[in-house]
């Protein structure tokens, strides 16, 4: 009996810390490579660490380290997930350059219109279309923004002809491609340098989404922001992810894997573009306001004039997907086909 007694009473205490292991916080270090007071981190990383902490009873916990604190690049930062140094990053995937061809669909030009419908376009199509592209990574979200435009010191374009030989800082391959060949110079350069060389002429003006000048102060320097004709894509795009280590996840007890699927998808991909970068447009617009910014937008004669001289980037990109095994021109039909269908709910 004594002997059955102390099995009994072990078998209590290997369950009572069995129950203080499952109760204990998980902290997810969270990677990007933007400011603290970001756009990002504020209205995208924060929210949804607060939204899991809560819904786990604060069994997850994130610890976010901002402006590439753990060290990288954001081209690294896709492996630093796989590779398991951190839990998740907040980056853009294209530019680890070469290996996010498919995923290169959503930043060609004239594809999405807003945010919230072209994010759930994006992540239908990754899962469905390019889950080879993320392998080693687990997507709890993607999301594009609300498209670039051009912004700039005080150089004002009306027609393809005002671009010619402007020098004008791109942040992808595409957007480099898409200013080229509207007859600009694209210059590439990291996001916040942007401001003092357009201050000292280096560059004439940069394409940015609204979201991407509050952050660095663009709007103190950029006079003159052109954009296209309402209800129209804009002229590039940039694609986001949202991943996570997958043995990370796998680690978790199923309440708290349950709480992450909660917030992952489809939704929180819609969710990301909506409050990250819809909803926050005007109040972007209101600070280039409060600095004199006038606004300009290009016809729709010129739009199309545009969108025919950029047409030879679709045609690169299919082929750069073919060369790969990809048939790229089934895959731009469907991205067609899913921003069509979101932009239509």
Known sequence: MKKIAKMLVAAGLLSMTGAALADKPVTLRVHHFLAANSNAQENIIEPWCNKIQEESQNRLQCQIYPAAQLGGTPAQFFDQARDGLVDIVWTIPT????????????????????????SKA??????????????????????????????????????????????????????SRVVELLGAVPVQMPHPQIPESLAKGVIDGATSPWEGTLAVKLNEVAKLHVDVPEGKGRLSNTTFLFGMNPQKYESLPADL?????????????????????????????????????????????????????????????????????????????KVIELTNKYQAQ
Do not use: C
């Open 122 to 175: 994006f992540w239908e199509y990754v899962t469905e279309h390019a889950t080879d592209e993320y392998k080693g990574v687990k997507p709890l979200f993607v999301h594009v923004h609300d498209g670039t435009l051009f912004h700039l010191k005080d150089k004002e374009i009306q027609t393809m002809e005002d671009l010619k030989g402007l020098k004008i800082r791109v942040p992808t391959r595409i957007n």
């Open 257 to 333: 894997k349950a709480v992450i699927d909660a917030n992952s998808g489809l939704e929180m991909s819609g969710w990301a573009g909506r409050e990250g970068f819809d909803n926050q447009r005007e109040r972007f617009m209101d600070d280039a306001r409060q600095y004199d910014g006038q606004f300009t937008t290009i016809s729709p004669e010129e739009y199309e004039r545009w969108v025919q001289v950029t047409e030879p980037i679709v045609g690169e990109w299919i082929k750069d997907v073919n060369a790969k095994g990809g048939n790229g021109e089934e895959l731009y039909q």
């Open 95 to 118: 530019y680890a350059s070469g290996r996010f061809t498919k995923t290169e669909a959503f930043e060609l030009p004239w594809i999405t219109q807003d945010a919230e419908s072209g």
